[in-house]
């Protein structure tokens, strides 16, 4: 197997906490690297340390290769940390588009609804602690923000 089919591979996993988004686009597939034996060795960074996501991940990846018969080792990768800028443009999108705030380095949290940049943050953290809860002003709905890190 060739890299680019392990990364291809790699864009069929999705992220279990946010399944519209797959591990190549959420940014922690750190490099791929294929090894003598006819495997691969796949660095993966975690979101933030003790995302309990983690191993669900690594698990995740192990399996989708087991399943086509390639074996691969899966590394945690610490240094340098894993930053939300490290999402892809198409994984923002992604997330907009499913009702959830993006990150962005901006005081004012955009609603994924409607648009408005009349929001409020209700609590820090949402349904996982890399979110955060926000209510709109105009619409009124709550939604998620995936907060910067």
């Not at 089919?5 to 294929?34: F, K, S, T």
């Not at 796949?42 to 340390?49: A, F, K, L, Q």
């Not at 979110?131 to 995936?146: I, S, T």
Request: charged residues 25%; contains cysteine.
């Amino acid at each position: 197997m060739l890299e680019r089919e392990v990364w291809q591979r790699l864009a069929e996993v999705p992220d279990p906490e946010i399944p519209i988004l797959n591990v190549v686009e959420l940014g922690i597939i750190r490099y791929v690297r294929l090894t003598g034996d006819g495997g691969a060795e796949i660095g993966v960074s975690p979101t933030y340390t003790g995302c309990p996501a983690t191993e669900v991940i690594h698990r995740s990846i192990r399996d989708h290769f087991r399943s086509s018969g390639l074996d691969v080792t899966v590394k945690s990768v610490l240094s340098p940390a894993w930053s939300s800028d490290w999402i892809a443009d198409s994984a923002r999108n992604k997330l907009r588009d499913y009702g959830i705030a993006p990150p962005q380095h901006a005081a004012c949290i955009p609603c994924p609804r409607c648009g408005s940049h009349g929001t409020t943050r209700i609590s820090e953290f949402g349904s996982t602690p890399c979110k955060a809860l926000h209510r709109c002003n105009e619409c009124l709905e709550p939604f998620e923000y995936f907060k910067c890190i």
